[in-house]
């Protein structure tokens, strides 16, 4: 994840307003990925946008 919101730039491990999310997928785990994380991701962007 990238930010450039300056509170999340002091985090070391929690990141509350991300400018970018990039994720390599795996076969092994594509069907959760797909499913539960792609939702939890448009969640979170609708809570910042």
Excluded: G, W
């Amino acid at each position: 994840m990238l930010t450039c919101d300056a509170d999340d730039i002091k985090q070391d491990f929690f990141i509350r307003r991300p400018s970018l999310i990039i994720e390599v997928l795996s076969e092994l785990t594509t069907r959760y990925d797909h499913e539960f994380k792609l939702r939890q991701y448009k969640a979170l962007l609708n809570t910042i946008c």
